[in-house]
């Protein structure tokens, strides 16, 4: 059944009520517009008796909407103020969904405990911190099947970037290890409270079936995909010595794996860089 949802107005009694100033620093950006989070519900596909993480609940806006359309969710934020309101919030706006709500005071790259079942993250993520988020769920959780996240748009295109378009770098190389990405539609900077210097975009993904590889396979391809972007303009031969020891020893490595030493790390696919790992 349909929940009130927060907009300007309650967002501003809220943020008065708890004296909260919004900080660049946590990336503290609310969103004010029920459409829009409504929106975000209908893009992630929330059925009822879904557990949803969300990463930074703020004064609750994306909250009410996912328990709105019955999901269970983990809720956790780094904010202790914001933290400690949200129970309350939900308790007033949706008492009878007010059992389906977890919230958890922490910072979300230092969670190591989620649900046993399979999850989902849904959530206007804290922007200067997204990528790190979202490497940290899909590595540390094998049950976060699939998600829809908000992000800046630069960050959220370079994610779901293949090799040819100018944005692909190692977010896109990582994030594809774990499974499919696309962008899912833009979102107006005058959604938010208070309104941020950029454009955001919504992004869904889907864990493959199986993993790609092993822990070990995994750190060994995402340090060559980081040494081969670190130095984005150079050939892999030169790009890698760091990894290799030398141009020589990563042109052989190289030429194992079947790519050519002259390339560069941006015209390389995922497949790639785990060859080259499995040679290494
Ligand atoms: N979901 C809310 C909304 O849509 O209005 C707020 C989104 S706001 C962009 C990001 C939220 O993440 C803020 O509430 C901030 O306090 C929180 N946050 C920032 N860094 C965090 C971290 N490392 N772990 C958990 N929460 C964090």
Redesign the pocket.
């Known amino acids: 059944s349909e929940l009130r949802l927060l907009g300007p107005a309650e967002i501003r009694d809220l943020a008065e009520l708890l004296d909260v100033t919004p900080t660049k620093k946590?990336?503290?950006?609310?969103?004010i517009d029920a459409n829009t989070v409504r929106r975000i519900v209908r893009v992630a596909e929330v059925e009822p008796g879904d557990i949803v993480v969300?990463?930074?609940?703020?004064?609750g806006?994306?909250t009410l909407g996912l328990l709105e359309a019955d999901a269970r969710v983990v809720a956790?934020?780094?904010?202790r103020r914001?933290a400690a309101q949200l129970p309350i919030t939900v308790e007033q706006l949706a008492p009878s969904a007010a059992g389906r709500l977890t919230v958890v005071h922490q910072?979300?790259?230092a969670v190591t405990e989620l649900p046993e079942q399979p999850v989902r993250l849904v959530?206007?993520?804290?922007?200067n911190?997204s990528v790190p988020?979202l490497l940290h769920f899909l590595e540390t959780f094998p049950t976060l099947r699939s998600g829809v996240v908000m992000v800046q748009a630069e960050v959220g295109h370079r994610i779901a970037a293949g090799p040819g378009s100018k944005v692909y770098g190692a977010p896109s190389v990582k994030a594809a290890w774990y499974g499919d990405w696309r962008t899912a539609g833009n979102v107006s900077r005058q959604i938010f409270w208070p309104v941020p210097n950029v454009d955001s975009v919504l992004v869904a993904f889907d864990r493959r079936a199986e993993p790609r590889g092993d822990e070990a396979l995994r750190r060994r391809t995402f340090t060559l995909v980081d040494a081969a972007f670190q130095q984005r303009r150079k050939t892999l031969r030169q790009a890698l010595s760091v990894v290799f020891g030398d141009p020589s020893s990563a042109a052989t490595a190289l030429e194992a794996a079947g790519i050519s030493p002259s390339l560069r790390g941006e015209q390389l696919q995922l497949d790639d860089f785990v060859r080259l790992a499995a040679v290494a």
Do not use: K, T
């Open positions: 946590l990336g503290q950006n609310f969103v969300e990463v930074g609940p703020g004064l806006s994306l956790v934020e780094i904010d914001l910072d979300a790259l959530a206007n993520l804290p922007y911190v988020v």
